[in-house]
């Protein structure tokens, strides 16, 4: 059954064990005290995008470190989190960052663009292992280095509406899937069963994984193409008879918000939109279906926000310093209670206060199926022509297996053109 | 022409060139030198890139063979639909707010500029709503009064409707523009003048053909090159509606894949990040336009009005 | 063919008509006919009525998307679009505007975008004005091919050329102020603006400034005096354009421009964007802001509206 899990989880257990070595040479020449000789004084850039709900709690984290400390200053400001902008920004130097708080995915790229850099000589590889969850410690590690302390996972689930279909009702398998679209539609006309973006690279991801397709590795290989992945397809266009034709995030989850659609696949970000549309009450969580043929639960990534040290950062021992306070088990809960983020840290995970509550509770059961959402720079070659193949197939206007070698064929000029020159 | 000494000539044109000098063409020379080396995003802030002699160019033009001039006549295409489309619509609503008979004018002025005014990374995205195959206001409409709920138009699913959609939404946004610059410019036309083409027995159309539009004409020329030239490069709107689609072939160019979708959807990887690249792409662009803009001048005799002065 | 034969048509047409025409320009203004017959009157009836009904379609076109924003604005959630057919939100709230005003420095995205784009609208146009006057009027070698090339830099696709634009402010020490996009926008309103006033000088009578000339007045005096104010409509229009287009401007006012702590020093749309993240638009905020931003855009075009006016009559050609 867990062939692909297996070999995933195989993965990280590399990965990790070359960056541990890797990580004890170099610590033996910076010696593991670097944690005692924290300057603690100084001031502290942060790019984010946290705003509304989310940047009060963590206003607040700040807010007590700064207590605990008192000779230095963090400044919080909230961009627009773009990588060209970054760079531009550390090239010049003008009020530049010293930490960034990026999705994960973005490690690779500004990575191998010099921007951010390498802290394993304050946070070993076996150190990420020991504190946060195994999808969040893998996030950080680039090219067997240790880039950022991660912040918080994310992940997509089935959400679904108490109020229209109760918890037994609901798909395990995606031949129910199938089922469930056809007779939930027979039985309430009008309205939808489990409806999700069709057209969209990042929330179909867990399908195309789950029959055993790859969008992409480390060296930029895609498995597009293969016949696994075309089965993924073949599936999602079995569902275009049963759901709208221009079916995309938009529709989708005004549906689910106004009542026509039982179920959705979505975020956590997502979360508070649908509690106040149908009622906190009436929101529903369940783990997503297992695919029959290959009886592989259906693989989201796993991403998540992370922190990085940027490379004009000034005191880098006191960034990392706060990376890990921020991240350690009583913030990361605090936090995490107040804004529904599921927390990255492993011990907050399994804190009563965190495992007590439904919302974070179902991302965090929802994660143990996924995979590590690609840190690679080549992963921006997938999405412009995974989202057009998605869309042609969804609608009809290609064969599934046309779709998918069109794709993979753009995904390699995609990759030629990062890695080319 | 009026005869001016020379240096009163230069006093007048010289901030227009000094600020050209310094903001429009180094940028040009910058990105000639660009898109002859490598530069990425992973190599710019660590400067390690380098020349690459007419590689870009070349990987561009070579790829481009088959695509590139269907994409170039989709894009004139489009271009042409929409200038037209702006000028009819411009030029009957700044005609109509002229109308002193018309009580209200400075209201219904300021209504017909509203979608001019307001952002629209917002409003593309609700029309591409409104364009919604199921949930659109427009097939919703069209269903309410067939009373058949199965019609409709996949507006953005199929290609002439989609090219159809972005006509529109292009429209929308731009006419705005031409109602007020040709409401300006039909203040230099005296009233006087209409009155005794009036007098003369001349009929509305004969007075705005005759009359109206030759004096238009010089007013309007600029608008109308710019828009094209804007509407040749049109991105952000068309993406977020169409993304180029809809496809059959995704290998191919999509029904609005126009010439900046074209080459951000097959050249730059989904993001204009590789510099080198996107620097040849805009000098690319920037030949074909020219080409486009002087044949145009050619064909409408632009400048012979200009030597008869 | 046919194709052909149309233009050829209409010019012969012209000349049979236009002399009449230009001839009567140069003659006084007669009075309408004093007897107006039936038919002419419900003619005219029928035109005013169509104009209207022209008016009215229009309208609903300018309007029909922007009500959607508006629903989006006072929708409970952050959804932009909703699929049931509903005039009002079901549960409408002033959330997205209280949170667009009290929680963020919108106000201030606001005074600095006004500030940026007013200065760089206000400076482009005296830069292009006296361009364009000189284009239409003076006698120079090069006149022609200064327009083509002015033209042909518009050309330039500088969306692509971005980072270009980061070096020059690089090199002037400017990143990260809006002084610097001040000059990059001025800039980028001068060709069309030089050429649309250019245009626009080009359709007003020479008669007015030959006269002035032979009075022994200076080119500036003459421009200052006799032309500026009769291009007020052209310049109008322009100034609205510029202001607009600035005013819209994201791609490159979010690479130069980075947020302060308070995020006080950033334009609208750098302000509006932070608010999104990788994977949610909270598209209330933005529809909200949306809404906030034409109030100042319709105020300024309510008071640029009387200067889209022209005093221009045959009579003050004459004079």
Known sequence: MLSKKRFALSMVVAITATAMLLAACGSSSTSGSSGTSVNYSGTITIWDDWTGAYLSAKQQIVNNFMQQYPNVKINLVTV???????????????????????????????????????????????????????????????????????????????????????????PTTTSQMLTFEQTYAQQ???????????????????????????????????????????????????????????????????????????????????????????????????????????????????????????????????????????????????????????????????????????????????????????????????????????????????????????AQSLIQKGVQNISGN | MLQVKKPTIALFLLPTFLFIALINIFPIAYTVYISLTNENTFNEFLQNYHFVGLKNFQSILSEANTALIPVVLLTLLYVAICIGSFLIIGMLTAMILNDKRIRGLKIWRALIILPWAMPSFVTALIWKFLFDYNFGPFNNILR????????????????????????????????????????????????????????????????????????????????????????FQMFNTVWLITAGGPF?????????????????????????????????????????????????????????????? | MSEQSIPENAVSA?????????????????????????????????????????????????????????????????QLITTTLQLFPQSPTLGDYTYILGQTSFLHWLLNTTLLVGGSTFLGLIISVLGAYALSRFKFKGRLSTLTFLLALQAFPGLLAITAYYQILQSLHLTGTLEGLLLIYTAGSIIFGAWNIKGYFDTLPKELEEAAYVDGASPFRTFWQIMLPLASPSIAATALISFIGGFNEFALANLVLTPNADQSNITVTVGLFSLANNHSTPWGYFAAASVLVTVPLVIIFLLLQRYLQSGLTIGSVKG
Not at chain 1, 140 to 158: K, R
Not at chain 2, 197 to 217: H, I
Not at chain 3, 54 to 77: D, E, W
């Open chain 2, 144 to 231: 309410y009064f067939t009373q058949n709920v199965n019609a409709g138009v996949n507006w953005l699913g199929s290609p002439i409707p989609a090219f159809i959609a972005v006509v529109v939404v292009n429209l929308w946004l731009s006419y705005p523009f031409f109602t007020i610059v040709i409401l300006g410019a039909l203040q230099s036309i005296p009233e006087e003048l209409n009155d005794a083409a009036k007098v003369d027995g001349a009929s509305t159309w004969q007075r705005f053909r005759e009359v109206t539009l030759p004096l238009l004409v010089p007013a309007i020329t600029p608008i109308t090159v710019m828009s094209g030239i804007t509407t």
């Open chain 3, 14 to 78: 012209a000349q049979n008509i236009n002399p009449a025409m230009s001839a009567s320009r140069a003659v006084p203004a007669v009075p309408a006919p004093q007897t107006v017959d039936l038919s002419y009157k419900m003619k005219r009836n029928i035109g005013l009525t169509l104009e209207y009904l022209f008016l009215i379609g229009m309208t609903i076109f300018a309007i029909f998307p922007l009500y959607y924003v508006l629903q989006a604005s006072f929708n409970a959630t952050q």
């Open chain 2, 248 to 309: 059959t072939d995704i290998t191919k160019p999509g029904a609005t894949d126009f010439v900046m979708l074209y080459f951000y959807n097959y050249f730059t990887t989904g993001a204009f990040t590789n510099y080198g690249k996107a620097a040849a792409t805009a000098i690319i662009v920037f030949i074909l336009l020219l080409i486009a803009i002087l044949a145009g001048f050619r064909l409408t005799g632009f400048n012979r009005e200009e030597t008869a002065k």
């Open chain 1, 80 to 170: 627009n989190l773009d990588d060209n902008k970054l760079i531009t920004t550390e090239k010049s130097g003008v009020n530049a960052p010293d930490i960034v708080a990026f999705p994960v995915d973005h490690i690779g790229t500004l990575a191998t663009a010099g921007v951010i850099q390498p802290i394993d000589s304050y946070e070993s590889a076996a150190q990420l292992a020991q504190t946060y969850t195994a999808p969040a410690a893998a996030g950080v590690q680039f090219n067997n280095h240790v880039y950022g302390i991660p912040e918080v996972t994310e992940i997509v689930t089935m959400f679904y509406n108490k109020s229209m279909v109760s918890a037994s009702q609901l």
């Open chain 1, 188 to 406: 309430h006309p009008g309205d939808y069963g489990l409806v999700w973006p069709p057209n969209d690279a990042y929330y179909n991801a867990g399908f195309f994984y789950a029959y055993g397709a790859s969008y992409i590795d480390g060296q930029g290989n895609t498995q597009i193409g293969s016949p696994a992945s075309v089965q993924a397809a073949t599936f999602l266009q079995s569902f275009n008879q049963y759901l709208p034709k221009s079916l995309n995030n938009q529709t989708a989850s005004a549906l689910f918000s106004e009542g026509k659609a039982a179920a959705t696949i979505d975020g956590p970000w997502a979360y508070d939109t649908y509690a106040k549309a149908i009622g906190a009450n009436n929101v529903g969580f369940a783990v997503l279906p297992t695919v029959d043929s290959t009886n592989k639960p259906i693989s989201p990534f796993v991403g998540g926000k992370t922190f990085m040290v940027t490379k004009t950062a000034t005191n880098v021992p006191l960034d990392v310093a706060f990376m890990k306070y921020f991240t350690n088990e009583s913030n990361q809960v605090t936090m995490c209670v107040a804004t529904g983020e599921i927390p990255a840290n492993l011990a907050a995970g399994n804190n009563p206060q965190i495992t007590g509550n439904a919302v974070i509770s179902a991302f965090f059961a929802q994660t143990k199926n996924g995979v590590p959402f690609p840190n690679t720079p080549y992963m921006s070659a997938v999405w412009t022509p995974m989202a057009n193949a998605l869309v042609a197939d969804f609608q009809g206007n290609t064969t599934p297996a046309a779709a998918m070698s069109q």
